[in-house]
């Protein structure tokens, strides 16, 4: 579904993403993974078309290099960046109606299933988003990404910052999610909910990609996880 070939990013003359491969397949769970200032957070942003890149971003038979941010969302490309961007002045409803993407038939989510998976959205509906604690604003941003009905979700760090029942939903919907058959793009820095959900792990230091498996080889790589993922 995705395939990333040789992508370099760029902020100005800083070179960020050097040259990384990265595949997603239909209905996986793939996790990128690794420190802070690795490139993780870059490299889903150059997949969205947010900072300057090359080489090649296929998605099915699309090459998105090149587009703008709205079009590559338009092919079925979801985004949860990492501070959120709700619209905090405006209600939950409304946060979520905003996520629906015009011209596209009936999918596979509606505001009824963002409320029925989370009542307390339901209970808040009218309420403006900027009133929710920070684990609600996490779910109504990924709620509302899900509203479009992208084939692909990328999700940067939903579990910061949140209490362990909150990590516990942020999980359970990311399950949901890989059920009704979209791919998810996880960017993560603690081995909490990655290694349990993901079909496969990428580990990003330097910006580049330093290790590509499955979960149980990255558990038993103690090297590898003492050198570029542990504090």
């Keep these: 579904m995705l395939q990333v070939r040789n992508l370099n990013a760029y902020y100005g003359k800083s070179h960020v993403i050097d040259g990384i491969d990265l ?25 969205m078309g947010l900072v300057q890149a090359d ?14 941010p709205h079009q590559i969302a338009h092919c079925g490309v979801g985004y949860v960046p990492e501070n959120r961007d709700i619209f905090p002045s405006l209600s939950v409803r409304n946060n979520l109606l905003l996520g629906v993407k015009s011209g596209r038939g009936k999918g596979r989510w509606s505001p009824e299933d963002a409320y029925d998976l989370f009542p307390v959205l339901r209970e808040r509906a009218d309420t403006a988003a900027g009133f929710l604690s920070g684990g609600e604003q996490q779910m109504l941003a990924m709620c509302r990404t899900l509203m479009g009905d992208p084939d692909l979700v990328m999700v940067d760090e ?13 999980k359970e919907l990311l399950l949901e999610i890989a059920r009704r058959g979209a791919s998810i793009l ?13 079909e496969r792990l990428y580990v990003m230091g330097h910006g580049r990609i330093v290790f590509s498996g499955t979960p149980a080889e990255l558990e038993a790589d103690h090297a590898l996880r003492r050198e570029w993922m542990e504090v």
């Design 23 to 47: 595949d997603v397949e239909a209905g996986q769970i793939v996790s990128l993974m690794g420190r802070n200032g690795a490139g993780r957070s870059t490299t889903i942003k150059a997949i």
């Design 55 to 68: 080489g090649s971003i296929r998605f099915g038979d699309m090459e998105l290099l090149g587009l703008e």
């Design 158 to 170: 939903p579990t910061e910052g949140l209490a362990p029942l909150m990590v516990a939903k942020v």
């Design 186 to 198: 996880l960017v993560e820095q603690k081995l909490t909910i990655a290694p349990e959900i993901s």
